[in-house]
């Protein structure tokens, strides 16, 4: 800041792009570690006794039952930066001859490059560990390994009309992310297009959209909202004062984890949700600067970053159909149905166990994820649309296209 501790608040037309700007390292940060925590968090909950059944917790364990307990706030994160960077995408491209057709190519490749495969390792894990017998899949929506459930959860219907495919409660987020994907551009439609039938029709879809869908997916757009709305607002500030803002919202987060009903999104959530968002996208948008060269904590935290961000939507997918097959193969070999939070070597079986799930995300990541840009070239080109130039990596770049869903 110049002469003054106050933040200066400005609005631009787009979030600035570079890999080397601090926000784009922390998008690609916050993803990774968002992704990690969810997994490690399932984990606990599926492998270890929960915190209130238990008469006298051990110290030890209230503590790794807190530090695990941050699911909700890392969804909460998938929403705001798939709002920037998704959301932000869009507006910027807009005026684009063919903006939405591009658009709609993008969101179909990145969630079905993932899904697909995933639905089949699914099958799969499910048919080795027992939870799916031959012969058992069939169309009715209310077995949750049907065909129908297969290509629901595809098309973002699981909480909507069906369950989670195969039991992966996981799922019910992508469904939230599938119709913020279809709602935004009606509604940049809404507000851009100066034909009268466009505007009613994208009225009308918009209405259409908020009267079928639960209540609570039409409630939090409006998370997914700010992160669009923070894509294009530029905070300058000391960098005293931005690392002095990471105190409350990380006392606030804290909080709400103590306090709140972390397993649920719904209108009793929905306030909190927003002070969280609006403290983390605040901080965001103060950290749209370059790194300097001799940064020491720049280049390894945007590596480690870009590693986990990666395969993240591979971690987030995938985990809970590896922890059903672990849990079934613990069983089998090791007669353990549990793990019990009095034996050490139990704590060892669960980190290796969350090692597994990294390495087998990854795995996935380099087999199918990684292939997500050379599909949708593919898939430009059958459409008659021009393509960039491929990148040096199979990924789009952190500001760009590394987006949970992007």
């Known amino acids: 800041m110049r002469g003054s501790w106050l933040p200066e608040v400005a609005i631009q037309r787009q979030s600035p792009i570079g890999e080397d700007y601090w926000h784009s390292i922390a998008i690609s940060a916050a993803r990774g570690l968002a992704a990690v925590v969810v997994a490690a968090a399932h984990l606990r909950a599926e492998m270890y006794p929960g915190l209130r059944t238990l008469d006298d917790p051990s110290l030890w364990f209230q503590a790794f039952a807190f530090a695990t307990g941050f699911a909700h706030q890392a969804v909460l994160v998938f929403f705001v930066i798939s709002g920037w960077l998704v959301g932000g995408s869009l507006l910027q491209k807009m005026d684009q001859r063919g903006a939405c057709i591009d658009y709609a190519i993008d969101r179909v490749t990145r969630l079905w490059t993932v899904l697909i495969p995933t639905f089949v390792l699914t099958v799969v894990f499910g048919l080795a560990s027992g939870l799916l017998h031959p012969g058992s899949v069939d169309f009715s929506p209310a077995n949750e390994f049907s065909a129908v459930s297969f290509v629901g959860n595809l098309l973002g219907l699981q909480s909507v009309v069906l369950d989670e495919f195969g039991g992966n409660y996981a799922l019910w987020s992508l469904a939230n992310e599938t119709w913020y994907y279809i709602a935004f551009p009606l509604l940049v439609l809404l507000f851009t297009v100066r034909h009268p039938s466009t505007r009613i029709a994208s009225l009308a879809g918009l209405a259409l959209l908020g009267a079928l869908l639960p209540v609570e997916i039409v409630m939090y757009f409006a998370i997914w909202l700010l992160g669009v709305a923070f894509s294009r607002i530029r905070i300058a500030c000391s960098g005293w004062l931005r690392c002095a803002w990471l105190l409350p919202l990380l006392a606030t987060s804290a909080y709400f984890r103590l306090t709140a009903d972390n397993d649920r999104f719904d209108r009793t959530t929905l306030g909190m949700d927003f002070l969280l968002s609006l403290m983390f996208l605040a901080l965001l948008a103060s950290l749209q600067f370059r790194a300097t060269s001799t940064s020491a904590l720049a280049r390894p935290l945007a590596r480690t970053g870009q590693f986990f961000a990666e395969f ?8 809970l159909p590896l922890i059903f097959l672990l849990q079934h193969l613990l069983q089998t070999h090791l007669g353990l149905r549990q793990l019990s939070p009095e034996e050490p070597l139990h704590f060892a079986i669960y980190l290796a166990m969350l090692g597994t799930l990294l390495f087998g995300a990854y795995l996935s990541y380099l087999l199918f994820e990684s292939r997500t ?13 021009r393509t960039g130039p491929m990148p040096a990596t199979a990924t789009a770049p952190v500001n760009a296209g590394s987006n949970t869903h992007r």
Do not use: E, P, Q, T
């Not at 993240?312 to 997918?317: A, E, P």
């Not at 840009?373 to 649309?385: D, F, S």
């Open 312 to 319: 993240s939507f591979s971690l987030y997918v995938l985990h």
């Open 373 to 385: 840009y050379r599909l949708r070239r593919v898939i430009k080109a059958l459409a008659g649309r």
